[in-house]
């Protein structure tokens, strides 16, 4: 293999086991920061050799044996097990027993380290920016740069994020282990919020000139993907995937040739993924087949699955999305919540009533700033025949967003308008 070969296979390596590594590392550790640095140590001693040794037949186990010689190295030498240092620097004996030790963590890094690497790094101590850089860091295995690059900011300010997020860690004791009780629910509401913020940012960039980042699309469905299968009996979670999986499968249809936005209504659904769509059912299926009360995620993803069963745009259930949009708004009151049922009640009774419910939303602060809101009010003053008034909000929704694929789609909505009368 060439050495780009070879670069190209830790970078593929790493990816997929970066996260499994660390979980091992921290259990035995209790700091993430230092479990990641030993991580680190192992990734650029592969960088090292494997250009002259070549790929291991098992790499990932490579990198966790030379992970654990690391850590052992480091207990020494850093006196981080302070009941033992004696022993540890004088005695083999609890050398081997320490690396027994992170032989069993390693060995159980599929199961409970992981999750509690998942729940450390969605820890409410921490921001939300903090929580989504550290666990696309952590658990997604993306380089600073890369978290940088998909959110438009300095690499220097992601890394900041980092080193603060994993001092605030440290400094604030937070316990490497999973929540129990009450407090497990809501630290798995902070976990899912994280991931689903992620996603989001790929399906429906705030910034930027793409309309879309498939590749955090891609590591959010990977997230969700792992959760469920390490808290398999949680029906939110298998509800934010099975949203998340129908989500995904419109990513190529909402682009044009040129890279334009294509919204739901004009999208050619013969583009749907549809290995997704069944991927997406069947996590419904499952969340709604544990027998409790539907959550947000749920109703999200049946809401979300009403546009998939739809073969075009003229079939979609709006009654139905409209009932299940009020369901939510019921269950977790919310402005964007109740415009979005604005939208389906339109399309269901009309753009008056979608009208009458957004005009009441004019005077919400949290919209203040929200350039979905006059958009949508100038779709449904169009339709109305005031085009004056639309372009009014058109132009007030263009001034609001940052996104300059969604710009240049406001503008054409705009030009199409032609002239008032």
Same mark, same amino acid.
């Given at each position: 293999?060439?050495?780009?070969?070879?670069?190209?296979?830790?970078?593929?390596?790493?990816? %997929?086991?970066?996260?499994?590594?660390?979980?091992?590392?921290?259990? %035995?550790?209790?700091?993430?920061?230092?479990?990641?640095?030993?991580?680190?140590?192992?990734?650029?001693?592969?960088?090292?050799?494997?250009?002259?040794?070549?790929?291991?037949?098992?790499?990932?186990?490579?990198?966790?044996?030379?992970?654990?010689?690391?850590?052992?190295?480091?207990?020494?030498?850093?006196?981080?097990?302070? #009941?033992?240092?004696?022993?540890?620097?004088?005695?083999?004996?609890?050398?081997?027993?320490?690396?027994?030790?992170?032989?069993?963590?390693?060995?159980?890094?599929?199961?409970?380290?992981?999750?509690?690497?998942?729940?450390?790094?969605?820890?409410?101590?921490?921001?939300?920016?903090?929580?989504?850089?550290?666990?696309?860091?952590?658990?997604?295995?993306?380089?600073?740069?890369?978290?940088?690059?998909?959110?438009?900011?300095?690499?220097?300010?992601?890394?900041?994020?980092?080193?603060?997020?994993?001092?605030?860690?440290?400094?604030?004791?937070?316990?490497?282990?999973?929540?129990?009780?009450?407090?497990?629910?809501?630290?798995?509401?902070?976990?899912?919020?994280?991931?689903?913020?992620?996603?989001?940012?790929?399906?429906?960039?705030?910034?930027?000139?793409?309309?879309?980042?498939?590749?955090?699309?891609?590591?959010?469905?990977?997230?969700?993907?792992?959760?469920?299968?390490?808290?398999?009996?949680?029906?939110?979670?298998?509800?934010?995937?099975?949203?998340?999986?129908?989500?995904?499968?419109?990513?190529?249809?909402?682009?044009?040739?040129?890279?334009?936005?294509?919204?739901?209504?004009?999208?050619?659904?013969?583009?749907?993924?549809?290995?997704?769509?069944?991927?997406?059912?069947?996590?419904?299926?499952?969340?709604?087949?544990?027998?409790?009360?539907?959550?947000?995620?749920?109703?999200?993803?049946?809401?979300?699955?009403?546009?998939?069963?739809?073969?075009?745009?003229?079939?979609?259930?709006?009654?139905?999305?409209?009932?299940?949009?009020?369901?939510?708004?019921?269950?977790?009151?919310?402005?964007?919540?109740?415009?979005?049922?604005?939208?389906?009640?339109?399309?269901?009774?009309?753009?008056?009533?979608?009208?009458? %419910?957004?005009?009441?939303?004019?005077?919400?602060?949290?919209?203040?700033?929200?350039?979905?809101?006059?958009?949508?009010?100038?779709?449904?003053?169009?339709?109305?025949?005031?085009?004056?008034?639309? #372009?009014?909000?058109?132009?007030?929704?263009?001034?609001?967003? #940052?996104?300059?694929?969604?710009?240049?789609?406001?503008?054409?909505?705009?030009?199409?308008?032609?002239?008032?009368?």
């Amino acid at each position: 293999m060439t050495t780009a070969e070879v670069h190209r296979a830790i970078d593929a390596v790493w990816r %997929i086991e970066s996260a499994k590594l660390i979980a091992g590392l921290a259990r %035995i550790t209790r700091d993430v920061g230092l479990a990641e640095d030993l991580a680190q140590d192992a990734l650029v001693a592969a960088l090292e050799q494997w250009p002259q040794s070549g790929v291991p037949d098992n790499p990932g186990a490579w990198l966790m044996a030379t992970g654990k010689r690391r850590a052992i190295d480091r207990f020494r030498r850093d006196k981080l097990l302070e #009941r033992k240092h004696d022993e540890i620097l004088h005695s083999s004996d609890a050398a081997e027993d320490a690396a027994a030790a992170l032989d069993d963590a390693i060995d159980d890094h599929v199961g409970d380290d992981l999750l509690r690497l998942v729940f450390t790094a969605c820890h409410p101590v921490l921001s939300t920016d903090a929580r989504v850089a550290l666990t696309l860091r952590l658990l997604g295995g993306l380089t600073t740069d890369e978290i940088a690059r998909a959110y438009l900011v300095p690499e220097a300010t992601i890394a900041q994020r980092i080193v603060r997020a994993k001092r605030t860690l440290a400094d604030s004791k937070v316990p490497f282990e999973v929540p129990r009780g009450d407090e497990f629910t809501a630290r798995l509401s902070s976990v899912l919020q994280v991931i689903y913020l992620i996603f989001n940012e790929g399906y429906s960039a705030t910034a930027g000139e793409d309309w879309t980042r498939p590749a955090l699309c891609d590591d959010a469905l990977r997230l969700g993907r792992i959760l469920a299968e390490l808290v398999p009996n949680e029906p939110e979670v298998h509800g934010l995937v099975a949203l998340m999986e129908i989500q995904a499968s419109r990513l190529r249809a909402r682009v044009g040739p040129s890279g334009e936005p294509v919204l739901l209504m004009d999208q050619d659904r013969a583009r749907w993924d549809q290995l997704l769509i069944r991927r997406g059912f069947a996590a419904l299926d499952r969340a709604e087949g544990l027998d409790v009360e539907r959550g947000p995620y749920v109703l999200q993803a049946a809401i979300a699955a009403c546009h998939a069963r739809a073969r075009t745009a003229a079939e979609t259930d709006w009654r139905a999305i409209a009932d299940l949009y009020a369901e939510l708004q019921s269950l977790t009151p919310s402005p964007v919540i109740e415009l979005n049922r604005a939208v389906a009640v339109a399309m269901a009774e009309g753009p008056g009533a979608g009208l009458a %419910i957004v005009d009441r939303l004019r005077g919400e602060k949290a919209l203040a700033g929200y350039h979905l809101l006059p958009a949508v009010r100038a779709d449904f003053l169009t339709k109305l025949g005031r085009r004056e008034e639309a #372009r009014a909000e058109l132009e007030r929704a263009i001034e609001l967003t #940052r996104n300059e694929s969604e710009r240049a789609l406001m503008r054409a909505r705009v030009e199409a308008l032609g002239t008032a009368r």
